[in-house]
């Protein structure tokens, strides 16, 4: 369920609040273990838990992003006990995976097994404990009349019916609308008169047919008294862009984005893409060697690397990096190619799946995926991320004949994506290929990215899908 900025840092305080709870959980967990350690924990040794810090540096902050994963935050009011506990069962189960995985692959060593299992059921315990007391505010304001937010809805009898009926009942909840107003009916001067009598704590506006000017009016009897304007932006008709308002200057501006919100998590993908390209090159040096090695060896004369201008963000041209698959005339060649052979994709997109162009060692390196190293290098440049549609060449992009088609040129490009990651020769038509990746686009997280990434590797480690 979307939520608004109020919402949003409600959240972040209950995370900071949970952050702090898994702290003392851990430390009530060391502090009464010498009492109970006895032969419980005979082997652990004198291990505490100033000494296994790296495990409060793991759960302390990773714990809250778990919970909010398994959507433990949502509907606080509504949800049961049951639902809050199998939310944060699984959060805390899966922070005991990756504990572990540390333990094993990283080989850290000093753990008391006794402060983590009693650690994780005191998180169990009191992070449950917090979430029913919330719960219990919550329906605690419902009842009081005071804590209640006064309300007026401004707009006709059916737009506010429309209105209230697209709002989830869990918002409404904690608002007494104590009055409609029409203003296509009701003069301005009215509504002055109410904002004082009823104590009004916001105005919402869904006037979708009423004029500019008297809308303008009644936010300037708002903005006299105080009181906040919220104006419902109906009267523009969308079905992908999401609404928000930024400033130019000191001009509001009402923005219609259909792509990911500049946000942390935007930021987090652009750091794993420049630090995961660059650890990708160190770790891949030995297979860089083997197709450069081998591209010599198998096409004596010609370039190792090949360089195309493909479509980035936007459609900005930039230069894509590939290891050399082909014969050096490979372009001037594709007319030929496309009648002789056809083409295996719909739509303006190329595929063949036996490419006659491409000499023996590079259809190696296809199989291998090895051939798409080096659009590391267009990761670390900024023109590329790890995850993303995947860049066409100009004469393609330009070829499409249908403009919602270019929204997928709306995101940087990627390496790999939904379709690379899926197995690429199962789909030939442009259509889904396009299809799979606006609801990328319109769904982005950083986790789906990390799930696209993890679907990746036995893709590459198999060969599903190259050609």
Known sequence: MPVGRKEAFSIQLLQLLDAGLVWLAFWMASWIRG???????????????????????????????????????RRPRTKTSLQAFGQLFKALLFMALAVGMMVIFAQVSGASRLILSVGAMFTLLVLFARDRLFHAYLHRQE??????????????????????ADVDDEITRLWKIVARFDLSQQPVEELYGLLKQKSVERVIFTARDTGFGKVAEGVEACELQGVEAWIVASFIRTQIARPTFDMVGKKPMLVLRSTPELSWELACKSVIDKVGAFLLILGTTPFWIFAIIGIKLSSPGAPVFFRQRRAGRYGKPFRMWKFRTMVPDAESQLARVKEEHGNHMDGPVFKLHRDPRIFAFGALLRKLSIDELPQLLNVLRGHMSLVGPRPLPIYEVDAFEKSEHRRRLSVKPGITCEWQAGGRNKITSFEQWVEMDLRYIDNWSLWLDIKILLRTIPAVLLGRGAN
């Open 143 to 164: 009842l009081r009349d005071y804590a209640r937010e006064r309300i007026i809805i401004a707009g006709s009898d059916e737009e506010i019916d429309a209105f209230l």
């Open 35 to 73: 009492p109970i350690r006895g032969s419980i924990d005979r082997y652990d040794g004198e291990i505490s838990l100033s000494q296994m810090s790296w495990v409060l540096y793991i759960v302390v902050p990773f714990t809250p992003l778990a919970l909010e994963f398994f959507q433990f935050y």
